[in-house]
């Protein structure tokens, strides 16, 4: 059983997902920090300093506090929008990178041409 246990474990697909998990967790913190103390701050700027956090409905004794939820709401939507940005940035660099390393050796107009005679003579016979 202990075997089966470090064969599983120690498999490629569990360490990258360990590995995913731990670099996502230190990622949010960053998404985190950037809506938080970048983003909503500009945001509240441009708006007037609405802040959603103190709405609340009173029903007898209890507070429904809706404002929480929506101000969640409002901050999910700014973690989406700034992990889709960061994200389609660091595809643009890394498709650079790939026709960068796909440009294979060039093939000069005389190689060319005598591909093609090549080929002509081939179909000939």
Do not use: C, H
């Not at 660099?93 to 440009?103: H, Y």
């Amino acid at each position: 059983m202990w075997e089966d246990f470090k064969k599983f474990a120690l498999k490629g697909n569990v360490m990258d997902l360990a590995i995913a998990v731990v670099i996502g967790a230190a990622f949010s913190k960053i998404v985190t920090s950037l809506v938080a103390d970048i983003i909503t701050p500009i945001i509240g700027v441009l708006f007037g300093g609405v802040k959603f956090t103190g709405l609340v409905i009173k029903v007898g004794a209890a507070e429904i506090m809706y404002g929480n939820f929506i101000q969640s709401v409002v901050d999910f939507f700014l973690i989406a929008a700034s992990i889709f940005f960061v994200i389609r940035l660091m595809m643009k660099f890394q498709r650079k990178q790939e026709e960068k390393v796909d440009e294979g050796p060039s093939i000069d107009t005389k190689e060319a041409l005598l591909t093609e005679i090549r080929d002509l003579l081939a179909q000939k016979k």
